[in-house]
Structures are given as structure tokens and as C-alpha cells.
């Protein structure tokens, strides 16, 4: 939605703007590099050229998208949008059903599996959880940025997310170290819960995407309630 | 009608849209604000909180990766 202001202002500035310079070059370039990267793996370790891959093809659509894991938990708390929010939801959603398909391949026919049998992150959940979770939530909203959003930005030629990425490799590096300390006090006593096994695979199913689509229509009916102006 | 210049440039997400927003709650109806901000996501999201604030809003890249954002306070 424009105004005749905002044309007139648009019209001035668009004549002292000077002509950009193509950057298809660059394009080419990187994507020729990458391109060998790829084909070099192909001979060697097949599974480094389809992660390079597919990490390249993430890498471009959460740059395209501007997806960022921080502006999505941040925006509906601080303006009130929930557009990123429901993005993440709409991508758990998919990864559900992605993921189900996988682990019902693996396990869908065994009736007394084990947890290492199936495909996917199932790891402990307790009190480190939670602390795990208010520390990464702190820090992400203070750097502007997750990890996949800090990387981008980089890309993008932002120069405070390097300041950001040494202060995560400074993190990763301190939190191996202090892992068996968390290992010892909360995560080898706190259980690992994988619903699946309790209540069985398809009402698990029924019920992660009801409560996600749930969340759905809670964020965007949350979304056409803020429309006053947030007070700051 | 008043001209209002904001500069966001180098300011992490979300500083551009905090200071666009209590900028607009200062001006008077039919003012504009113009906005220069070098940081993409401002694009999105104070482009997606002023329409549905019901403000006139457009914007135009002035370098590499430089945007001037237009917004008119509307009501």
C-alpha cells in the first residue's frame, strides 16, 4: 500500500540513485566452486557431496525466505506478528510427517524395539531442557540472530554476526568441556520419553499434528487480535 | 505534513523496527518517515507491521543491500 507522498518521495530519490552493478558474476563464480566441491566428493565420500548439497540448497532458501528462528519466537511476544512463528510450525509439521514415514520404515513392524533402532534426535529431556532452552532463548534475541541466522548473516556481509559466531564457537568449545558436569547432574538420571512407544505409532502421530495445528490457528487468530500499536 | 529521518543503518534486527515504532507514535497524521536501514529482515517485518497497523508503506533499495523505507502515519 503506497501513497502519492510516498510516490513523489520514491520518484526523487530513484534519480540519485546510481545504477548497480551485476553481481551474476560472483554467482557464477561460487556456484562453479561449490559445483567442483560437489563433484569432487562424488568419486571420493558420496555422502559429503549430498550434504554439501542439500546444506547449500537450506542455506539458500532460509537466505531467499529471510527465515529466522529468532524473529519467529521473538516478534509474537514483542509486536505481536506471528508470520515467522507459523512458519516453524508449518515446517514441524512437516518434518513430522517426514519423520514419521522414516521411523515407521524402521520400526513400523517390530513390536519391541529399542530407542537406538529408531532413525532421528531422541535424546533425554528434563531440567537441562529447560535451562538449555532460557540460554539459547537469551542469547539468540541478543545476537540477533540462531545459529542458521548468524551464518546467513555473515554470508549477507553483516560484520557484527562474526563478533556473534566467535562467541558461539567460544559457547560450543566451554559447553563440550562442561558436558559431563550436566551429563552427571541432570541428563544421565532424566528419562528419555518417545510417546510412540507408550501409546503407539499412529495415535502419536494423530496427536503431534493436532496439537501443532492447533498452534497454527491459535498463532494466527493471536496475530488478527494485535493490532493496536505495542507500547513500548 | 513533516519529514522525519531515521537512521537504522548498521543496527541488529530487531532495533530498526523498536525505532521506527516509537518514532511513529511521536508523529501526527500524514507525516512520513523515512527510514534507511542495510539490514534485510527490517524489509520484512516493519513492512508487515505497518500494513497491519493500516499506515502507507513503500521502500526502495538505495545501494547494495541499503533500503530507505517510506512510511506515511495514516491514522
Request: hydrophobic share 45%.
Amino acid at each position: 500500500m503506497s501513497s502519492n507522498k510516498i510516490e513523489e518521495l520514491k520518484k526523487r530519490r530513484q534519480k540519485e540513485i546510481k545504477p548497480k552493478k551485476s553481481q551474476l558474476p560472483y554467482f557464477f563464480f561460487v556456484g562453479f566452486i561449490s559445483f567442483i566441491i560437489a563433484y569432487y566428493f562424488l568419486n571420493t565420500n558420496i555422502r559429503y557431496s549430498i550434504i554439501w548439497t542439500i546444506g547449500i540448497m537450506i542455506g539458500i532458501t532460509m537466505q531467499r525466505s529471510r527465515f529466522c528462528f529468532a524473529a519467529s519466537f521473538r516478534d509474537p511476544i514483542m509486536v505481536g506478528t506471528t508470520s515467522l512463528f507459523r512458519a516453524v510450525i508449518i515446517g514441524l509439521i512437516i518434518s513430522t510427517i517426514g519423520f514419521s514415514i522414516f521411523q515407521y520404515i524402521q520400526i513400523g513392524n517390530i513390536a519391541n524395539y529399542s530407542l537406538a533402532d529408531v532413525p532421528g534426535q531422541i535424546h533425554p529431556v528434563g531440567f537441562h531442557t529447560i535451562l538449555g532452552a532460557i540460554l539459547f532463548g537469551i542469547g539468540m534475541v541478543i545476537a540477533g540472530g540462531c545459529a542458521s541466522g548468524t551464518l546467513i548473516r555473515i554470508g549477507e556481509g553483516y560484520a557484527m554476526q562474526v563478533v556473534v559466531l566467535i562467541g558461539f564457537i567460544i559457547g560450543t568449545v566451554l559447553s563440550s568441556n562442561h558436558f559431563e558436569f550436566w551429563d552427571k547432574l541432570f541428563i544421565s538420571s532424566s528419562k528419555t520419553i518417545y510417546i510412540p512407544k507408550h501409546i503407539g505409532f499412529f495415535p502419536a502421530l494423530v496427536i503431534q499434528l493436532t496439537a501443532l495445528s492447533t498452534l497454527y490457528l491459535l498463532a494466527n487468530w493471536y496475530d488478527k487480535q494485535n493490532n493496536i500499536m505495542a507500547d513500548l | 505534513m513533516a519529514e522525519y529521518k531515521l537512521d537504522c543503518m548498521f543496527e541488529a534486527c530487531p532495533i530498526p523496527l523498536l525505532k521506527a515504532l516509537k518514532k511513529l507514535k511521536k508523529m501526527k497524521i500524514g507525516d512520513v518517515l523515512i527510514m534507511q536501514t542495510d539490514h534485510n529482515c527490517s524489509i520484512t517485518n516493519v513492512i508487515e507491521w505497518t500494513k497491519k497497523q493500516g499506515h502507507y508503506i513503500d521502500y526502495i533499495e538505495i545501494g547494495e543491500g541499503e533500503w530507505e523505507i517510506y512510511i506515511e502515519k495514516a491514522k
